[in-house]
């Protein structure tokens, strides 16, 4: 729902005297944060998932139905022949495979030589189909076929952690659908199919330092069930959605929004992903990033209006102001935090 013009003065007010005044605080560091490129195109084709995770900022579930029409994802692909600078297809949900013309929007892509992404959690290739029942037991094999990049979450290499954020059972599940993909050759060194897991913390905490954590990551997985991967990406739990409820909830939200602004840091600040990526809802709206998505705040033109794929102007986006809130202290805290992991 959009903010009315009073209330978002308030919270801006707000803000600026609790010092969480974002904007400002970038401006304080000297930093101008522009686009530079549409380097990736981020589509969030579905809200549809196999798994309600306690951290989830979409509050994906079985029970959600949004979907991408058929008309966006066509028109998605017709930018991505029309425009060679977007180099990147990032496909994220929910569990993107759920989706009726996923396959389609994989295969129409890798047509054209761009690199895919998939936001992949793993336990959607062992559950079925929350609506059909089929099962996704293929996509192993699909993903090697198309040589797409997976990168999938998983909290810890321990299953008390990753369970107690993604649900009971999620870590043995997680381990058989890295076994599947490893046997497709995902991780293995000169096999050209990455594999990148994702760390969040299990709480109101930064994530520690990501090559730290990629070495430990490497080490158990490998010496305790034979797993290997890519690359690690440590991204911080942002305070929107079903993460700001558990904060509120539990009485932490402030403690750890102060965490977030005091851990700025402008150098994490000037990687941050809206500066190279745009993101589409499953209506075809666009936004700065996923985050701004959930918490509708739209990717605005020269005029003010939001814009949308079905009007997509390059020169548009790269001339447009990034909409920043609160939630953007989560990619400046530390060593920062995007798609990609850290951006320090």
């Not at 330092?209 to 991967?229: I, P, S, T, V």
């Amino acid at each position: 729902m959009t903010r009315p013009a009073g209330v978002a003065a308030v919270l801006r007010f707000a803000r600026r005297h609790a010092g969480r005044d974002f904007t400002g605080r970038v401006r304080d560091a000297g930093l101008d944060l522009r686009p530079v490129s549409v380097e990736t195109l981020q589509l969030n084709i579905t809200r549809l998932c196999n798994q309600v995770c306690r951290h989830c900022h979409v509050d994906a579930s079985p029970a959600r139905r949004e979907m991408m029409s058929a008309e966006a994802i066509d028109r998605s692909l017709a930018l991505l022949a029309q425009h060679a600078s977007i180099a990147k297809l990032d496909i994220t949900g929910g569990a993107p495979e759920l989706h009726p013309d996923f396959a389609r929007l994989v295969e129409g892509a890798r047509a054209l030589s761009r690199h895919v992404m998939v936001r992949h959690n793993l336990t959607v290739q062992l559950d079925p189909h929350p609506i059909t029942g089929a099962s996704l037991a293929h996509l192993p094999e699909f993903f090697a076929r198309h040589r797409v990049e997976v990168i999938s979450s998983l909290p810890y290499y321990q299953a008390y952690f990753t369970d107690a954020q993604r649900g009971s059972g999620v870590f043995e599940k997680s381990l058989e659908a890295l076994r599947r993909l490893n046997a497709q050759g995902y991780g293995a060194q000169d096999s050209g199919l990455q594999l990148n897991l994702v760390y969040n913390p299990v709480g109101p905490y930064l994530p520690a330092a990501q090559a730290g954590l990629e070495a430990d990551y490497r080490r158990e997985l490998l010496a305790k069930f034979g797993l290997r991967f890519n690359s690690l990406y440590t991204i911080t739990n942002m305070p929107i959605n079903r993460f700001r409820l558990h904060l509120e909830k539990s009485g932490q939200y402030e403690a750890y929004m102060e965490k977030l602004v005091a851990a700025f840091n402008p150098t994490a600040a000037e990687g941050v992903m809206c500066r190279t990526l745009v993101s589409v809802d499953h209506e075809g709206r666009l936004y700065d990033c996923d985050f701004n998505q959930m918490v509708d705040l739209p990717a605005r033109g020269r005029d003010g209006r939001p814009l949308s794929i079905f009007e997509f102007d390059l020169d548009e986006l790269l001339s447009r102001r990034i909409a920043f809130d609160d939630h953007c202290y989560g990619c400046t805290a530390g060593a920062g935090s995007s798609c990609g992991g850290a951006t320090v």
